[in-house]
């Protein structure tokens, strides 16, 4: 499966974006869809996933509340709303794919992640 995120920018802290992850190659109900954002100078972390097989989402604390993951299986997308952004979610933000059937607590861990797109720059400033 091929990933490509769209949708960063810059935004004014309190300011929201979308970011979209599209996927080609295959169905996206075999995988489950994870963001992740790496900060210069630190190490990738995963912001949010959703799961295909079991709905459920799952987001880092940091975030929880602000962001919203959400999926659309006929059009093979997948979004995160990011609203009341801080200076702190600036990063490059990348989605990633890894197949269902891995244990959802998980999710965090990007080894698990087989497929990533291409990243979008998120910058977070007034």
């Given amino acids: 499966v091929q990933l490509q995120a769209s949708g960063g920018g810059l935004v004014q802290p309190g300011g929201s974006l979308t970011l979209s992850c599209a996927a080609s190659g295959a169905t996206m109900f075999y995988y ?3 963001w992740f954002r790496q900060a210069p100078g630190k190490e990738r972390e995963g912001v949010s996933y959703v ?3 079991s709905g459920l989402t799952y987001y880092r604390d940091s975030v929880n509340g ?3 993951i959400s999926g659309d299986n006929a059009k093979n997308m997948v979004y995160l709303q990011m609203n009341s952004l801080k200076s702190e979610d600036t990063a490059i933000y990348y989605c990633a794919a890894r197949v ?3 244990v959802e607590s998980a999710w965090s861990d990007s080894r698990q992640y087989d497929h990533w797109g291409q990243g979008t720059l998120v910058t977070v400033s007034s």
């Fill in 51 to 53: 799961s295909s097989r």
């Fill in 32 to 34: 489950g869809i994870g």
């Fill in 66 to 68: 602000r962001f919203t």
């Fill in 100 to 102: 269902n059937s891995l």
